[in-house]
């Protein structure tokens, strides 16, 4: 199971692109790379998912350089409800597919 | 956009007692899992589902709890005898497998607070 390290936390302002970076040294052939957002009191909601290069959707984009061995979610012009908790996880598309959480990082957004 | 709902919101039971927290995951998913998150620490895995059996268990996931598909659309938790450090937030979530192989993104239902007094 890829161990992964990401900031604790992070401080941005409205407007801001935001760039969380994950690294996963030891991921494998057969490893995705997935983000999940958690506000409080809530469950962890899917961000974005990828293999390799770029993956974009209307929330965010997620850039993996070749290696893979780290990540970068990108959240464009963010606002004051994109304050959150942000998941990096590496989950095996094959045999056991148990997502594990790490502690996250904490992203408060000011105005 | 379909969710997985989950109830009640808040559970207060005390130390000893059995409570069932009930899921009702989105209707074409296949795998089911139970998650926790005790107040201020990491989301943990408990439990997954599929094909009507436990796939894969934690060390969480010890005799006290059992998990159950009684019908087409309900999943439940059940914790036998209470103890005080099961409070925290019960997540349940599910998904469905993919074209790779693999299953697709969790979704998470909003949780159950449990308080165990």
């Known amino acids: 199971l890829a161990k992964t390290t990401q900031p604790i936390s992070m401080d941005s302002y409205e407007g801001q692109e935001v760039n969380i970076t994950c690294s996963h040294n030891?991921?494998?052939?057969?490893?995705?790379i997935t983000w999940y957002q958690q506000f409080p009191s809530q469950g962890p909601r899917f961000i974005i998912q990828g293999y390799k290069t770029k993956v974009t959707n209307e929330v965010a984009s997620l850039f993996i350089p070749a290696d893979r061995k780290s990540s970068t979610l990108s959240l464009p012009r963010v606002s004051l409800s994109d304050t959150a908790v942000y998941y990096c996880l590496v989950v095996s598309s094959g045999g056991s597919y148990i997502p594990t959480f790490g502690r996250g990082t904490s992203l408060i957004v000011h105005p | 956009e379909p969710e997985v709902t989950q109830t009640p919101s808040h559970q207060v039971t005390q130390m000893g007692q059995e409570v069932i927290l009930r899921c009702v995951p989105i209707?074409?998913?296949?795998?089911f899992y139970w998650y926790r998150q005790i107040l201020g620490q990491k989301v943990e895995f408990l439990v997954s589902f599929y094909n009507n059996e436990i796939s894969e268990k934690s060390e969480i996931f010890d005799d006290q709890f059992s998990v159950e598909r009684p019908d087409g659309s309900n999943f439940t938790l059940k914790i036998r005898s209470t103890k005080l450090e099961d409070s925290a937030m019960y997540f349940c979530?599910?998904?469905?497998?993919?074209?790779?192989?693999?299953?697709?993104?969790?979704?998470f239902g909003n949780g159950t607070r449990l308080t165990v007094t």
């Open positions: 979530a599910s998904s469905v497998p993919t074209l790779t192989g693999g299953n697709s993104p969790l979704h």
């Open positions: 209707s074409n998913h296949l795998y």
């Open positions: 030891n991921i494998a052939t057969n490893d995705y």
